[in-house]
């Protein structure tokens, strides 16, 4: 059965740094792509970035690039994602979702359970 | 504001169809396919409908999705009380290199 966890979610100062976890299991991580997904209340779901199996095809989307960093490390089958210059408007939940498929053709096959980053003095 | 499109809120009762709609342009919905998800309350995004029109095993037929040019469709025939639930469209962006979302609609069976 594929389970995607995440971890790493809490209340962090503005400007503040966090770093999620993503731990997947029940299937080949190295063979898939992954994304971060974030949901607000006001703004539905927002996607936040890719990374292609092998780490070498990375987007963001432009509301945290320069400020996020995605990655990933097949051998712990884990995702990562380092938020950097945190923002009041960061605040969300943020899922870890496996790709099927190539980008243009693909899509969200799995979600994990998703963890609350709240950015707030 | 979401790049795709849709109502914020649908409506039927048992037994009715019901369709949701989700506009788009020619770099998402009018050059790549599209995808639909339902996230019941407090719970996770979860796979719908993909490329297009294909159903993931485990999801009833009642649901059928079909695209147009940069417009695309969810139907849900014979309503049921535990359709009730936000669904949202997605689509890959070509020029922004991302996938982008609908704003969702809230479905209400009555």
């Known amino acids: 059965e594929v389970q995607l966890v995440e971890s790493g979610g809490g209340l962090v100062q503005p400007g503040g740094s966090l770093r999620l976890s993503c731990a997947a299991s029940?299937?080949?991580?190295?063979?898939?792509?992954m994304n971060w997904v974030r949901q607000t209340p006001k703004k539905g779901l927002e996607w936040v970035s890719f990374?292609?199996?092998?780490?070498?095809?990375?987007y963001y989307a432009d509301s945290v690039k320069g400020r996020f960093t995605i990655s990933r490390d097949n051998a712990k089958s884990s995702l990562y994602l380092q938020m950097n210059s945190l923002r009041a408007e960061d605040t969300a939940v943020y899922y870890c979702?496996?790709?099927?498929?190539?980008?243009?053709?693909?899509?969200?096959?799995?979600w994990g359970p998703g963890t609350l980053v709240t950015v707030s003095s | 504001q979401s790049v795709l499109t849709q109502p914020p809120s649908a409506s039927g009762t048992p037994g009715q169809r019901v369709t949701i709609s989700c506009s788009g342009s020619s770099s998402n919905i009018g050059s790549n396919t599209v995808n639909w998800y339902q996230q019941l309350p407090g719970t996770a995004p979860k796979l719908l409908i993909y490329?297009?029109?294909q159903r993931p095993s485990g999801v009833p037929d009642r649901f059928s999705g079909s695209k147009s040019g940069t417009s695309a469709s969810l139907a849900i025939s014979g309503l049921q009380s535990e359709d009730e639930a936000d669904y949202y469209c997605?689509?890959?962006?070509?020029?922004?290199?991302?996938?982008?979302f609908g704003g969702g609609t809230k479905l209400t069976v009555l």
């Open positions: 029940g299937f080949t991580f190295n063979t898939y792509s």
């Open positions: 997605a689509a890959w962006h070509d020029s922004l290199s991302g996938w982008v």
């Open positions: 990374i292609d199996s092998i780490s070498s095809t990375i």
């Open positions: 490329t297009n029109n």
């Open positions: 979702a496996r790709q099927t498929g190539y980008y243009r053709i693909g899509y969200f096959q799995h």
